[in-house]
């Protein structure tokens, strides 16, 4: 333990060691100021290799007023920086975990590729919990069309867009004390006008209003649940409907009344139409990476297609844009699907360009009775003329799931993959 403490310590990159150095470089700066001043000799030795850049020509007083300021100046600077270095230390130790290697995982963070992430559901948040540890610079952009849930309720009543989806992506992203997110996930049981609501729905909600705007809102409640990079709602339109039709021409309306469609879904649209946030669409604008995808198909993905903007906007990025296939199908949503399926309705609805398709490659048992199968990687898809990926990204303890990190580590390796084969084609 302790020789790793020592090597992340002398890492660099980290920036304590700077400012400690800046901290002993101001400090003898003042010392010598000090020492200018009253006119008393620091060293016949030392003194004079330093009369060239100490402003010997000056009269005592006024050297030495020099150098105590920049001597202050610089040891004020570095305290504050150290200062602020603990304070993050202090906040990683009370979550258990070591001051050194949090601020490791800072800089790791700092210098990571600029992802967005389209998506929404569970889906969007398993893969935000891998990509936190791997950049900072991280944006989630998350469907609006729920209508289920303490969502659902908080939508009719309040007319306020549907918060579930973007508090779990917030948590996702979490670098809060555990006490601070268990609050944010709690929920409240029983029979009363609480009962089924998420203190963080609630939380949201209120900011909502306070904020003056949903996007506002995610921004105030940063400062109880500080997060990696951002979550931004697809749209701040309060008033979008997912609706579908089903192969039989049943027209169902709503996100929980397709997740539960009783026949193939046809399509799906969204009534009035919507645009897509400024935010959102700065965000894709300024990527290096774009990650579709993984969750619900037809509620979680596809919605966020349908807003204006935001298909072109994707188009328009040269950065590498991946769609993550589903490890296993959905029931009601895609039944039967293989990875071509998965493709062929996103790009159906959507026609936004995929220049990648990542799949699962590895087959583990499911649970008996969870009405899914798996999704297995093909090696080619007639049609496609993207990269198809494969990689071993099931969650072995949960296998109808991604596993958060294997997920993010395939999503960088293609993207460092992609950024070489530019550079040797340029």
Partial sequence: ?????????????????????????????????????????????????????????????????????????????????VYRLIISGATAGRRKVDMLASLERQRKQGRGLRVVAIGGGTGLATLLRGLKYETGNLTAIVAITDDGGSSGRLRRDLRIPPPGDV?????????????????????????SSLGGHSLGNLLIAALYELGGGFEQSLQLAREFLPIVGQVVPASSEANLVLMGETVSGQVLRGESAIGHAPDRLRRVWIEPHGAASATALEAIRQAELIVIGPGSLYTSIIPNFLLAGLREAVAASPAPKVFVCNVATQPHETDAFGPSDHLRVFL??????????????????????????????????????????????????????????????ALLDLARSSRRGVLQTA
Avoid at 1 to 17: A, H, N, Q, T
Avoid at 348 to 376: E, F, M, W, Y
């Fill in 167 to 191: 508090r779990n992506c917030l948590v996702a992203l979490s670098e809060a004390e555990p006490l601070v997110e268990s609050l944010f996930n709690y929920r409240f049981d029983g029979s």
């Fill in 348 to 409: 159906d609805h959507t026609g936004a360009a995929v220049t990648h398709l990542l799949v699962n490659s590895r087959a583990l048992p499911l649970p008996k009775g969870c009405g899914q199968t798996l999704v297995i990687g093909e090696p080619s898809i007639p049609g496609f003329h993207g990269t198809v990926v494969l990689a071993d990204v099931i969650d072995e303890s949960f296998p109808t799931r991604h596993d958060p990190r294997k997920l993010a580590s």
């Fill in 1 to 81: 333990m302790l020789k790793r403490r020592i090597v992340l310590f002398l890492r660099p990159g980290i920036g304590l060691k700077r400012w400690l150095a800046i901290l002993a470089a101001g400090i003898l700066c003042f010392g010598l100021g000090l020492g200018f001043a009253l006119a008393t000799p620091v060293s016949p030795k030392v003194l004079p290799l330093f009369r060239a850049v100490t402003l010997s020509g000056l009269p005592a007083v006024p050297r030495g007023a020099v150098f105590i300021g920049i001597g202050t100046a610089l040891s004020g600077l570095a305290l504050w920086q």
